[in-house]
């Protein structure tokens, strides 16, 4: 049982980052908006700021405090005996599922770009959306899109 732990904790915790942030990109479109017309517009980017995304994960948050559940439980297990050994079992389950938790949503967190951008008639738009290109303060781009899908692209 020693030597399964440590492959079942790295097996965990990997697992724990599987969010899917390809949404979050400029450069990914989903199924419903391809073959579809976008709007277009252009603008300049006036301000510019680094900032996190905290995508969703698949699992709904259960595979980081459950899987931390598991490995704290048997962690724990291995301490004392009779009633202290239970306690500290139960003690362990639940320190494994705060700290797979918190593991689990820092993995699942993007880096990103909130971008403020004066289009050319007038209007101000703030964007969010993963930091997989490099963008600057003045420099001209499409918004691509309305409403809640839009994205940012180079001009």
């Known amino acids: 049982m020693k030597r399964l732990l440590p492959v079942l904790a790295i097996s965990v ?3 724990a980052g599987c969010a899917n942030t390809a949404p979050y990109s400029g450069n990914v479109y989903s ?3 391809a073959k579809s017309a976008q709007t277009v517009t252009f603008g300049t980017i006036t301000a510019l700021r680094q900032v996190q995304i ?3 994960s698949r699992a ?3 595979l980081g405090s459950g899987g931390g559940a598991v490995i704290g439980g048997i962690l724990g297990n291995q301490v004392g005996g009779g009633t202290g050994r239970q306690l500290a079992t139960v003690a362990g389950a639940i320190g494994g599922a705060v700290a797979g938790t918190k593991v689990e949503e820092a993995t699942n967190r993007i880096t990103a770009w909130e ?4 289009q050319d008639n007038g209007r101000n738009v703030v964007v969010v959306q993963k930091a997989d290109q490099n963008f600057q303060v003045g420099q001209r781009v499409r918004l691509i899109g309305s409403g809640s899908s839009v994205s940012v692209a180079p001009y």
């Open 13 to 15: 915790l990997s697992l």
């Open 31 to 33: 199924g419903n908006q």
């Open 54 to 56: 905290q995508a969703d």
């Open 60 to 62: 709904g948050g259960l």
């Open 115 to 118: 971008m403020e951008i004066r």
